[in-house]
């Protein structure tokens, strides 16, 4: 297909990997945000394990950190595929305007090599992506089990104070 013919067929080929790559960063975005929030959690814990204020709930925080630990290692295993995916679609996206471009002038080995090189891009942002939301599930149930154990556990005291 010639651009002559249709000028916007380049638009078809980047639109995928672009709006990919801001679902991406959208994806950093909030991720960065809860990866601080569980850091900051950790610091609680740690701050509340070292003035042993809290005797009964001592082990209580020791497994607590050991939940955020994880939550932690889950978050930034799934920023290290966010970026990956990122950087790639970004690529694709580069590769993808190359090679209509290059096609428009050249039909040879280097038009399909440039074509390849950006599916493949696409291929391993998108498995980058798919990788960081399937972590960042595992990462929110991991949070809301947590929370529930802490709430639970607040309510139990608060019905041992009152008896």
């Known amino acids: 297909m010639s651009l002559d013919a249709n000028p916007f067929i380049v638009l078809s080929y980047v639109g995928g990997p672009a709006l990919l790559t801001n679902a991406t960063s959208v994806f950093i975005l909030s991720t960065s945000n809860r990866f601080a929030r569980a850091v900051d959690r950790s610091r609680v814990l740690v701050e509340k394990r ?84 399937v972590l960042m599930v595992r990462e929110s149930r991991m949070a809301q089990r947590s929370l529930r154990r802490e709430a639970d556990e607040a309510l139990a005291q608060l019905d041992r104070a009152r008896a």
Not at 83 to 93: D, I, Q
């Open 50 to 133: 070292l003035r042993k204020e809290q005797g009964v709930l001592e082990n209580a925080h020791i497994e607590e950190l050991r939940v955020v630990q994880r939550r932690v290692r889950l978050l930034v295993n799934a920023l290290s595929g966010f970026y990956l995916a990122v950087g790639t679609f970004a690529l694709a996206t580069l590769g993808s305007i190359a090679g209509a471009v290059l096609a428009e002038f050249y039909a040879g080995p280097l038009v399909m090599a440039v074509i390849v090189g950006a599916v493949a891009s696409g291929v391993i942002g998108f498995c980058g992506f798919i990788t960081g939301a």
